[in-house]
């Protein structure tokens, strides 16, 4: 079973729209991140975070913002969603070190028509 | 800077051959070395790990990769690929710092043909 879930798992919404996508963590990882996937595959890193009230803007620049409140939880925000926003998102994990690596989330497909 | 190259984009197999997916890394000393894969629609999934000891390492679903120091590559090989394992490859290199940073390589998609 999953120890990060992302909801929703797919998503089709209409342009201007406000949507927050939902990332929780049960492993109590202090570091966490948001990473965009275009159809090439290849992953972007937007946001992460390194504990509750800490947030950075990663490689590529977006319009999504994110929060930390909690430990486990870091949702992304899109204040007003565009057809150019429509991709994966990857949520991810992962303790103070990196002996284990990243855990990802299954991910959500965001669709703006 | 520190880099990772997956010098393949798409690779296609036959069912039952061998499989060698390669990663090239650029960084200053021996860094932590991943593979990850990503089946359709899904979030990545580790498959091994190389730190420091033994430079060829073991995964799950019968994959293994060998860490080579000279050639900054961390090649990932299985000897008899199955039609599951068609999905996205990605070579990963974590960086030792207080950011426990990860970059990942553009991937490499593997198909099995029949």
């Known amino acids: 079973e999953a120890d990060i879930y992302q909801t929703p798992r797919y998503l089709v919404i209409g342009t201007g729209k406000k949507i927050t996508l939902e990332c929780s963590q049960t492993?109590?990882?202090?570091?966490m991140y948001w990473y965009q996937q275009d159809p090439g595959m290849e992953l972007h890193l937007i946001h992460y975070s390194y504990g509750v009230n800490s947030t950075e803007k990663g490689d590529l620049s977006s319009e999504s913002t994110v929060s930390r409140i909690r430990t486990e939880h870091f949702p992304l925000t899109l204040e007003s969603a565009r057809p150019s926003h429509t991709s994966q998102y990857l949520c991810?994990?992962?303790?103070?070190?990196?002996?284990?690596?990243?855990?990802f989330g299954s991910g959500t497909r965001l669709t703006v028509v | 800077a520190q880099s990772v190259t997956q010098p393949d984009i798409h690779i296609t197999v036959s069912e039952g051959a061998s499989l060698e997916l390669r990663c090239n890394y650029s960084y200053g000393a021996t860094p932590y070395l991943f593979w990850y894969v990503q089946s359709p629609g899904q979030g990545l999934q580790l498959l091994l790990k190389?730190?420091?000891?033994?430079?060829l390492v073991q995964g799950i679903k019968g994959f293994e990769a060998e860490f080579k120091r000279s050639q900054s590559s961390f090649n990932l090989r299985k000897p008899s690929v199955h039609w599951s394992d068609a999905a996205e490859y990605f070579c990963?290199?974590?960086?030792?710092?207080?950011?426990?940073?990860?970059?990942f390589g553009s991937g490499t998609r593997l198909s099995i043909r029949p």
């Open positions: 991810a994990s992962s303790g103070q070190n990196l002996n284990y690596g990243y855990t």
């Open positions: 990963a290199v974590g960086l030792y710092s207080s950011a426990s940073k990860i970059i």
């Open positions: 190389y730190f420091s000891g033994d430079t």
């Open positions: 492993m109590g990882h202090d570091k």
